[in-house]
Structures are given as C-alpha cells and as structure tokens.
C-alpha cells in the first residue's frame, strides 16, 4: 500500500499501486471527489454562464448559454417550476371544468370532463348518505332471481336438473383431464405389481369411481380429506358404497394421510384376494 494525500482534503490515506497506476486514488472519499469536481466545473463555465431572470419570480441565476437555445432553464429553482406548472394545469382545467349537480345536497361542483359520464356526487359522505352501493347489490338480486347460474366450484345454488347434468357429463368423461396426487400415487402402486385396472370407471349410470380391480372385482376409492369431509359428499360416498354393494362389487376408500405415508402399499389393502392376484 502506498500512503498519499486527498487533493481535496489534503488527509493522508493509503491506496494500492495499481490503483496509483491508472490514475486512481487522488481522493480519500467520494464526497471529497464531488466537492473538488464541483468547484473545477464552477471554474470552468465561470467566464461562459450568463443571467438570465425567472419567469416565476423575477429573480436573476445565472445558466449555460446552451440551456436557453434549447428553451430550457426558464425558472431558477425546481420550487419555481412546480408553482408554474400548478397555477397552468389549474387555469387550463378551468377552461376544461364541467359542472354538475349532486344527487343527494344538490350542490353544484366542477369536475374534469373524462369524469362526465361518471360522477354524479360532490362527496363520498353524498354518496353514502345517498345509498348508492346498495344499488348494484339490489339489480344483482333481481337479475339473479329465478335464474340460476352454470358456476362451476360454487356449491348450494344447482338445482336438481343441473346436478343431473353434471352427473351425466362426468360420467361420459371416458379420460379425466388431471388425476389427483393421490390418484397418481395409486395408479403407480398399481402399475409397479403389474395389476389390472379401469381408470375412472363408471358405476352403473349413476357414479364415477377411481379405480375397478377386475380380477377381484373391486372398487378402490382416493378419498381427499377436505372434500369426503363434506357432509353432502359424506351421503354421497354412502350412497355409493351402498350401490356398489347392490351391484356385486367390494369397495375400499383409502384416505388421503394413507396413501401420503411413506410406508403405503397397495397389496397390503388388497391382502383378502392376493392369491387370485398372485
């Protein structure tokens, strides 16, 4: 390290060599840098910068020869400008001002044109008072009234005809466009002991289930632990397993903590018919 003073400070700091040797290294700090870069700039344009007076506030600043051919610098600070630019918006929308009268006090009060359409009070305490928020609330009760709508994900508003909609539409659905994380754990337990099966596989006309077993003629059921908690999806699983028994099939519902455990293998659910398996 190589000891040197500041040239704008004149403290002694130390620098390394390679620094020394690219021209580096003549100031102590970045503050020191811009002090002494300032004052060289000041010197400089000295002899060059002109007056010239303020347009906001009369006061005289001097300004490069430069910034006044190309129209700039006309105000002497940036608190000038602003008061400028403020008082020529505030003439120009007055030009502009639209008026209108409120809805609820029938004041009359200035808005800008884009807000024609639009604003019908002077204040929010108008449009409060006014109850207008209760206006779209009481056309979407009346346009909702006797109309129920296809809202996929929504539960409690179908009616009878369009849950039997539904039903039929999924159970035509020969190929499911996304199978669950649990369904895919299964499917591969399956697939891993070479076992045949259907998946989905369509109950009669009345259910959907996950996946058939032919050779033990059995139904496997993924139960998801929010939805099969669901109290209408409770009847239904009942309801189900109670149709699946009318119609001759064994049926087992593996819940979602059992297929997530490390340790889960399907032939061990499977154990009542693993010889015909085997």
């Known amino acids: ?7 704008n400070c004149e403290t002694p700091f130390s620098v390394p060599p390679s620094v020394l040797k690219y ?10 840098y811009n002090k002494n870069i300032s004052s060289n700039l000041i010197n ?16 005289q600043f001097q300004v490069s020869p430069a910034y006044l051919r190309d129209g700039r610098r006309k105000y002497c600070s940036l608190q000038c400008y602003n008061r400028n630019r403020s008082a020529v918006s505030k003439l120009k929308w007055s030009k502009l001002a639209i008026y209108k009268q409120c809805k609820n006090c029938g004041k009359t009060f200035r ?24 206006e ?8 909702m009234k006797g109309n129920i709508p296809w809202n996929k994900g929504k539960r409690g508003i179908y009616s009878a005809g369009t849950i039997e ?16 994380s649990i369904e895919i754990i299964v499917r591969q337990q399956l697939e891993k002991y070479k076992v045949l099966f259907e998946h989905p596989f369509n109950l009669g006309d009345r259910f959907q289930c996950d996946f058939y077993v032919p050779i033990l003629d059995l139904i496997v059921e993924c139960d998801g632990e929010y939805w099969h908690n669901l109290e209408e999806n409770k009847k239904r699983d009942k309801l189900k397993d109670a149709y699946a028994k009318k119609c001759g099939f064994d049926l087992i519902r593996l819940k979602e903590h059992q297929i997530k455990d490390p340790s889960f293998d399907i032939m061990t659910h499977l154990e009542k018919n693993i010889e015909a398996i085997l």
């Open 1 to 7: 390290m190589v000891s040197v003073n500041c040239l």
């Open 23 to 32: 021209g580096g290294g003549k100031y102590c700090s970045r503050g020191c």
């Open 44 to 59: 400089h344009w000295a002899d060059k910068l002109i007056y010239s007076t303020c347009q906001e506030c009369g006061k």
């Open 111 to 134: 808005l800008s044109p884009y807000r024609k359409d639009t604003a019908k009070f002077c204040s929010y305490n108008c449009f409060h008072e006014f109850g207008w928020e209760d």
């Open 136 to 143: 779209p609330k009481k056309r979407q009760a009346k346009r």
């Open 165 to 180: 909609k539904i039903r039929s539409a999924r159970l035509r659905q020969k190929i499911l466009m996304t199978d669950t």
